[in-house]
């Protein structure tokens, strides 16, 4: 079974950082693009930033300059290092992967659980 894991999240003050991580696990042959969704209370789901399996990177406007998405191809790993946090940062964050998996060749887009950042003002 294929499986995103996310982790880092927590309570933060505006202004603080914190440091998301999301590593995937099971019948893997390779994963494409990696990206970091985010969803606060009554809004839509909305894409944070994303990173091709070449180090291509994506950011919403919102985030520029303020969050990092980067990965380790030989750890199945992404990461969001987020600084300069506003309380408006504050949803779920979701970890998003296109990969290839082992079983038939299939393409498959996989979803982590989430993870909650608070922003505290």
């Known amino acids: 079974q294929v499986q995103l894991v996310e982790s880092g999240g927590g309570l933060v003050q505006a202004g603080g950082s914190l440091r998301l991580s999301c590593a995937a696990s099971?019948?893997?042959?390779?994963?494409?693009?990696m990206g970091w969704y985010r969803q606060a209370p009554g809004k839509q789901r909305e894409l944070v930033a994303t990173?091709?399996?070449?180090?291509?990177?994506n950011y919403a406007d919102s985030v520029k300059d303020r969050f990092t998405i980067s990965r380790d191809n030989a750890k199945n790993t992404v990461y969001l290092q987020m600084n300069s946090l506003k309380p408006e940062d504050a949803a779920v964050y979701y970890c998003n992967a296109g990969m290839v998996l082992t079983t038939g060749g299939a393409y498959s887009t996989i979803w982590g659980q989430g993870t909650l950042v608070t922003v505290s003002s």
């Open positions: 990173i091709t399996s070449g180090g291509n990177t």
């Open positions: 099971g019948s893997i042959l390779s994963i494409n693009a």
